[in-house]
């Protein structure tokens, strides 16, 4: 059972990311999400999708970043347009059998090893 995140980067306020989770050696999951967790603060849930499509997203990124879903490639993605620096954090992609999806990180019991995502000018 993996996730493997990738696509971080530095990007410049107001550009954009394309994150992608590739999930490999399990099977179904109720809820797939990406949380962030930035220096000196708690991890937090940024978006999560459920096993029909349904979609959730914190406040802070409502209307900005985009949740998705390729079933057939096993792949998670995050869009993130808009950028600001308060974004800034180690994105990470989670799997949890709980449904419906839950905003806790404890909560999801699959992670990724994370992708760091820096907006500075």
């Known amino acids: 059972v993996q996730l493997v995140e990738s696509g971080g980067g530095l990007v410049q306020p107001g550009g954009s990311l394309r994150l992608s989770c590739a999930a490999s050696?399990?099977?179904?999951?109720?809820?797939m999400g990406w949380f962030r967790q930035a220096a000196g603060k708690e991890r937090e849930r940024v978006a999560s999708i459920d096993d029909s499509g349904s979609t959730s997203y914190a406040h802070s990124v409502k209307g900005r970043f985009t949740i998705s879903k390729d079933n057939a490639a096993n792949t998670l993605y995050l869009q993130m347009s808009s950028l600001k620096p308060e974004d800034t954090a180690m994105y990470y992609c989670?799997?949890?059998?709980?449904?419906?999806?839950?905003?806790?990180?404890?909560?999801?019991?699959?992670w990724g090893q994370g992708t760091q995502v820096t907006v500075s000018s």
């Open positions: 989670a799997a949890s059998r709980f449904w419906p999806c839950l905003a806790k990180p404890d909560d999801y019991d699959i």
């Open positions: 050696g399990y099977t179904s999951d109720k809820c």
